[in-house]
């Protein structure tokens, strides 16, 4: 486990850090080497509020059991609002491709994944990886932060009708401008550029609707990104794995066949 910055942190606030709470403790990024050339940055979910581990170290476990080299963020979460999410998500591409060689990892074959609430921020930093939020603070900072892959699991991208209102408010505040909703409703801004992506759900979803997924996918589909989605009748939210329902555990074999046909491993 290593820090994610080094010395001056953008949107630092002292009165979130060292108290005793996880969920505002200092961001951190921790490697699981292989021997691949390849790399997944793994932002678990939790609503913006915590971080969960089973969407965190079990993916990463699982990564590492095909041989991809994987890393995890523990990125900042509420009561920090935004930018300050997405600038550690920016932070964790350009600190992989930055030390790319120390992993063995080529700088571009670098993924991003989240699940719920990590999932809307991988798809933040797949969209908005051209937007600056901060300025440099390193030599690590010179480096793109544009994801080659995305993957998805059952991701927050909507923050209007079929939002999650609790990783609404902990990203945007419980009574955001209409401007922050557009700008966090990541379907907007998929353009050309944007990173191809895996992205799966389950139609049973209550907390975060399958829509969700729906639209990140019409978008791709609009600006002829290519993607693969996987839309499973079963399963409650958070997952994971889903090694408690069979079929919907099929998922991440198709992961496997998906990133074999795009030749990222």
Partial sequence: ????????????????????????????????????????????????????????????????????????????????????????????????????????????????????????????VSVHYDKDFYTATDNIDRESCRPDATILCYPVIDMYEYRHDGSRANLIGDRPFDSDKTFMSLYNHVTVNTPPAFIWHTAEDSVVPCENSLLYAEALSKYHVPFELHIYPEGHHGLGLADEVPHTAQWSAALKSWLEDIKFI
């Fill in 1 to 124: 486990m290593e820090s994610l910055w080094n010395g001056e942190m953008p949107y630092k606030n002292d009165s979130f850090i060292e108290d005793g709470e996880t969920s505002h403790r200092m961001p951190t990024i921790t490697a699981y080497p292989s021997k691949s050339s390849c790399a997944v940055i793994i932002f678990p979910g939790g609503g913006y509020a915590m971080r969960a581990e089973h969407e965190g170290k079990g993916y990463a476990e699982w990564f590492n059991s095909i041989g991809v080299t994987a890393f995890v963020v523990d990125y900042r979460v509420a009561p920090y609002k935004h930018p300050a999410e997405l600038t550690d998500a920016m932070r964790a591409v350009k600190y992989v491709r930055a030390f790319a060689d120390r992993y063995g990892v080529v700088k571009d074959k670098i993924a991003v994944m989240g699940s719920s609430a990590g999932g809307h921020l991988a798809a933040s």
